[in-house]
Each structure stands twice: as C-alpha cells, then as structure tokens.
C-alpha cells in the first residue's frame, strides 16, 4: 500500500469542500446507534466497495460518465438516502439488504466522483494497483472517522440526552436531505447550461 495516496485519500473524504460525501455517510449513519456499529461498519464497507469499483474501472478508462451528471447524481443518492430514513416505520433497522443495496450501489457514483482527483494524481503511472489500494484504504479510514463523530454524537444526544432515537434520525436525516436538496438544485442549473 502506498502511504502517500493513504493519506490523500483519508484527506479527500475529510475535505470540506467535497462535503457531499461527508453528507452520505452521514446519511447513512443517522439510523445507527452505538451498539450498533458493527451493522454501519458493513454498510460503509459496501459504499467502499462501490466507489472502488467505478474507480479503478474509471482510472483505468474502461468507463467514462460525464462529470456533470456525476456532481448532479451524488446529491440525488444523498437525498434517496436521507428520505429512506425519514420515511422508515422503525426505529432500529430491521432489514439491512436495502440499505446495503442503497451503499453498494450508490458507491459506484460516488467512485465516479473522485475519479477525476485520482487519476490527476496518478498521471501516466503503469502501476496503479498500490495507489488505487492505498486511495481506498485511506477512504475508508476517513469514512469511518465520519461515523465514529456520527456515533459519538448519537451516544451523547440518544444515551445521555435522552433524545428520541427517531427524533435523532428525523434531525439529522432532514438535515443532511435539506443540504442535499440544494445541491440537486444546482446541479440540475449546471446540467440545463
């Protein structure tokens, strides 16, 4: 694994100004609680899983989609995502095959987004294998340091603030679909210029 791209990828999903992935692990993550980690750790691994396959066949240039469509597409699986939550009947997930479908799925565009970052970093390289390996490990690392604050935050409003699990969910999952939903808005601005 190369510790450079390790740390770039760790950096990208942490960066502020790509907050939109930010946002889908939170999306994510709203439904989960603490002693639930294990189920979340899965599901984000699925969403890892995801990217990384439409970011090594995008690197590799066996796909190619417009980056428009992409930067319009992420805020829509970041709005699916969040309104799944809000319109779920139970508070603890019960069946996980959606959301680990919702993950998989909705990781392959995400990984369509930061293919365009990784390959101006990657250049003309011949061997991409332990770039591309250490990229998605440190994603990884990033996106679970998301959920570990997710988690956090849940133990400490749900478990200490006595705060409804369901009203944690409709909160943070309304949120995250309200900053979404803009982001829809002005990707569909940029698509119609």
């Not at 240039?61 to 995502?81: A, D, G, Q, W």
């Not at 909705?106 to 970093?121: A, E, R, V």
Request: glycine share 8%.
């Amino acid at each position: 694994m190369d510790l450079m791209y390790f740390e770039l990828g760790w950096q990208h999903i942490l960066n502020w100004e790509g907050y939109d992935h930010i946002l889908f692990v939170i999306a994510l993550s709203a439904i989960y609680v603490v002693n639930e980690w294990k189920k979340l750790l899965v599901l984000v691994t699925a969403f890892t899983l995801g990217h990384s396959i439409t970011l090594a066949l995008s690197v590799l240039h066996v796909i190619r989609v417009s980056s428009s469509l992409v930067e319009f597409l992420i805020p829509v699986t970041i709005c699916i995502t969040a309104l799944s939550n809000i319109l779920r009947k139970d508070e603890a997930p019960q069946h996980l095959q959606l959301n680990y479908f919702y993950a998989l799925f909705f990781g392959l565009i995400h990984g369509l987004g930061f293919s365009n970052y990784l390959k101006s970093l990657l250049g003309g390289q011949a061997n991409i294998v332990k770039p591309l390996l250490g990229f998605n490990i440190g994603l990884e690392f990033g996106q679970i340091l998301i959920v570990a604050v997710v988690m956090l935050a849940a133990g400490i409003i749900v478990n200490i603030g006595r705060v409804g699990r369901r009203d944690w969910n409709m909160f943070l999952s309304s949120a995250t679909f309200g900053v979404a939903f803009l982001m829809v808005v002005q990707g569909v601005r940029e698509l119609l210029k």
